[in-house]
């Protein structure tokens, strides 16, 4: 059974950090992509950071380029997401989702092309 969970949300003030993890279980992580997506209260989802197997490929929103970090750990099965700087613009729920290939160095920024996904973490920010 395909599983992804996430953890790290929270609420934070304004120029706060969180660390988001995915943990998968349930196919080979080694070969699956990652991203990270999220939505706020009446707004559209979001891609926010991208993954290939490749750890070297990663993709940033522009909202969050400079702030967040995704990361990937083949050992614990595990894809992380950084985020520093926070400001109130970021609270939404963050979700992960994977997808398998066989190319090291794609990464799918699209909700559509992803197979499998976790139930969700809320990030708050306020002061």
């Known amino acids: 059974q395909v599983q992804l969970v996430e953890s790290g949300g929270g609420v934070v003030q304004p120029g706060g950090s969180l660390r988001l993890a995915c943990v998968v279980s349930?196919?080979?992580?080694?070969?699956?992509?990652a991203g990270w997506f999220r939505q706020a209260q009446g707004k559209e989802r979001e891609g926010v950071s991208f993954?290939?197997?490749?750890?070297?490929?990663?993709i940033y929103a522009d909202s969050v380029k400079g702030r967040f970090t995704i990361s990937r750990d083949n050992a614990k099965n595990t894809v992380y997401l950084q985020m520093n700087k926070l400001t109130p613009e970021d609270s939404a729920v963050y979700s992960c989702?994977?997808?398998?290939?066989?190319?090291?160095?794609?990464?799918?920024?699209?909700?559509?092309?992803?197979?499998?996904w976790g139930q969700g973490t809320q990030v708050t920010v306020s002061s």
């Open positions: 989702a994977a997808k398998g290939t066989d190319n090291f160095w794609v990464y799918y920024s699209s909700y559509r092309d992803y197979e499998s």
């Open positions: 349930g196919f080979s992580w080694v070969a699956q992509t």
């Open positions: 993954i290939g197997r490749n750890e070297r490929v990663t």
